[in-house]
């Protein structure tokens, strides 16, 4: 896989150039850019398979990088410093990222999953853009990746999650269903903010779909897609809080 290095730190691309000869023998680096225009420039004249892009640069951000391109033809992992708001954009968006400093192993991970993801994923990285510019206002939507495409949905047409292993099932309100590529605990911590519950080990639910809540036969949610959702032991008077709160 031919690889762009573009970062305005050039100690962070000297670093991150030793860990990819140590740890990715099969990545060849074709060039290096030290911001936006540079990374531009070169983007034009080269067709990398993956290009490493550093979120805030001197002379802009990444995003205004990929703006200024007509077409996203190439795999990218993101590196960023610590930025509360940048790390959840790229969880609303569904969007891998590594932190500075690089961490050997979540490097070799990033390139696994890069090696198997589409080229061209445009609209992954434009809905990624959209939610870093809406700055603290409530997110109302999510990416959600399945095994063959990537979906945008409205958060607020979700009625609950169920967990599948390591897959977690979506249900809507439209009566679709999604089988989704993570795993139950992660959209628990996106979710439990905007107005999710867990209520059971395989359950996260919209508290605003619940109808009832029976207290006997160990305790179940009701739902207004008229499914019957178990309540833990353990979580049962955490529910009964929540619900006394809404």
């Known amino acids: 896989m031919k690889a762009i290095l573009i970062d305005d730190l050039e100690q962070a691309r000297n670093t991150l150039k030793k860990d990819l000869e140590t740890y990715a023998p099969d990545i060849e680096i074709i060039g290096e850019a030290s911001g936006v ?4 420039r070169l983007l034009r004249n080269t067709s990398p398979d993956i290009v490493f892009l550093d979120i805030q640069m001197q002379d802009g951000s990444g995003f205004d990088l990929l703006d200024i391109l007509p077409q996203i033809p190439f795999r990218i992992i993101f590196i960023t410093a610590y930025d509360a708001h940048a790390i959840k954009a790229f969880r609303y968006a569904a969007i891998d990222y590594l932190m500075k400093p690089v961490d050997p192993d979540e490097l070799v991970q990033a390139l696994d999953k890069a090696r198997n993801q589409k080229k061209n994923e445009s609209s992954k990285y434009n809905f990624l853009n959209e939610t ?30 169920e967990s599948s292993v390591n897959y977690t099932e979506f249900f809507f309100t439209n009566n679709k269903k999604l089988l989704v ?4 605990k992660e959209y628990e911590d996106i979710l439990t903010p905007l107005g999710f519950f867990r209520v059971h080990q395989s359950h996260l639910v919209n508290t605003k ?8 036969d160990g305790g179940h949610l009701l739902m207004k897609d008229n499914t ?8 049962r008077a955490e529910v009964v809080k929540m619900l006394e709160a809404l």
Do not use: M, W, Y
């Not at 225009?37 to 531009?40: D, N, S, T, Y």
């Not at 870093?132 to 979700?158: C, F, M, W, Y």
């Not at 590529?181 to 139950?184: D, N």
């Not at 019957?228 to 979580?235: E, G, K, Y």
């Open 37 to 40: 225009v540079e990374g531009a």
């Open 181 to 184: 590529t993570k795993t139950l």
């Open 209 to 216: 779909f619940i109808t009832e809540f029976v207290k006997t």
């Open 132 to 161: 870093l510019k809406s700055g603290n206002k409530p997110q109302t939507r999510l990416a959600l990746n399945t095994l063959d495409k990537i979906h945008i949905v409205n958060i607020d047409e979700i009625i609950r999650c």
């Open 228 to 235: 019957t959702i178990p309540v833990s032991t353990r979580r």
